[in-house]
């Protein structure tokens, strides 16, 4: 069965529920777990040029300050429920590919990733990263109904 998951976690509400329901699997399973986080790469907006012009090293702390503030928890919460984790993170404005990339740069053997549970005109219009994921993954996704109807 699965002995490594994969779990990226976005910023969004819904994390704290993923993380809850993968760390309960990971445990059911014996498994170990890594968190990632893909980091918008705000580089590409007036204010994100001109901090990673005039200060690379504040540019590169606020990067990093965000992708903590999403892993952190997590990685408290697998240290407190007795699992082994690791978490990373990258700056990318396209998840679905950064999580495929670092989960298997990491050795999982499956991705635990959330649905955010937009259906209709809203997928359409925000996307799906998950779909996305689903569609390109060369290993397996497992997608967990943590969103909202």
Same mark, same amino acid.
């Given at each position: 069965?699965?002995? $490594?998951?994969?779990?990226?976690?976005?910023?969004?509400?819904?994390?704290?529920?993923?993380?809850?329901? /993968?760390?309960?699997?990971? #445990? /059911?399973?014996? /498994?170990?777990?890594?968190?990632?986080?893909?980091?918008?790469?705000?580089? /590409?907006?007036?204010?994100?040029?001109?901090?990673?012009?005039?200060?690379?090293?504040?540019?590169?702390? $606020?990067?990093? +300050?965000?992708?903590?503030?999403?892993? +952190?928890?997590?990685?408290?919460? #697998?240290?407190?429920?007795?699992?082994?984790? +690791?978490?990373?993170?990258?700056?990318?404005? $396209?998840?679905?590919?950064?999580? %495929?990339?670092?989960?298997?740069? #990491?050795?999982?053997?499956?991705?635990?990733? #959330?649905? $955010?549970?937009?259906?209709?005109?809203?997928?359409?219009?925000?996307?799906? %990263?998950?779909?996305?994921?689903?569609?390109?993954?060369?290993?397996?996704?497992?997608?967990?109904?943590?969103? %909202?109807?």
């Amino acid at each position: 069965m699965y002995r $490594h998951l994969f779990v990226p976690l976005d910023d969004s509400g819904i994390a704290a529920a993923l993380m809850r329901q /993968a760390l309960d699997f990971a #445990a /059911a399973l014996g /498994a170990r777990v890594s968190f990632f986080h893909a980091v918008a790469d705000f580089g /590409a907006t007036d204010g994100g040029a001109l901090e990673r012009s005039l200060d690379p090293a504040a540019y590169s702390r $606020h990067l990093a +300050d965000a992708a903590r503030a999403v892993l +952190d928890p997590a990685e408290r919460a #697998a240290a407190a429920a007795g699992l082994r984790c +690791d978490s990373c993170w990258a700056v990318s404005d $396209h998840p679905h590919q950064a999580i %495929q990339t670092h989960a298997e740069a #990491a050795g999982a053997d499956l991705i635990f990733i #959330a649905s $955010h549970g937009r259906r209709g005109v809203a997928r359409l219009m925000l996307g799906s %990263q998950t779909a996305r994921l689903v569609a390109e993954s060369r290993l397996p996704v497992l997608v967990a109904r943590a969103g %909202q109807d």
